[in-house]
């Protein structure tokens, strides 16, 4: 079964740049059939798509809200997805969280805080 660990989240000043990681583990799964994906959930608000990438970074989709300060990435020989965010904004405060989809099969992290904030 796959499981994800996102690491990276904290407080950062706005204007500011944090890098985020999800490392996959589990026994059974290959880690480069699944899709990675960033979501990030604010307090009273609906998670919110940030960004995607194919499983052999073929394509990669990014959300309005990040769109221009973001960068999805992946590294299947050591089972990671990073998200690079810059320029960031307070709005951008949220529980930030990577999903791994292949076919029917899926996982989620228990995600990471970032805040940005003086």
């Known amino acids: 079964q796959l499981q994800l660990v996102e690491s990276g989240g904290g407080l950062v000043q706005p204007g500011g740049s944090m890098s985020l990681s999800c490392a996959a583990s589990?026994?059974?799964?290959?880690?480069?059939?699944?899709?990675m994906a960033w979501y990030r959930q604010a307090p009273g608000k609906e998670r919110e798509f940030i960004a995607s990438?194919?499983?052999?970074?073929?394509?990669?989709r990014y959300g309005s809200s990040m769109k221009g300060r973001v960068a999805i990435s992946r590294d299947n020989a050591k089972n990671m997805a990073s998200l690079e965010m810059n320029d960031l904004r307070t709005e951008d405060t949220a529980i930030y969280y990577c999903?791994?989809?292949?076919?029917?099969?899926?996982?989620w992290g228990r995600g990471t805080q970032v805040t940005v904030s003086t």
């Open positions: 999903r791994a989809i292949s076919g029917n099969k899926e996982a």
């Open positions: 589990g026994s059974g799964f290959t880690f480069s059939t699944y899709a």
């Open positions: 990438i194919g499983w052999n970074s073929d394509f990669t």
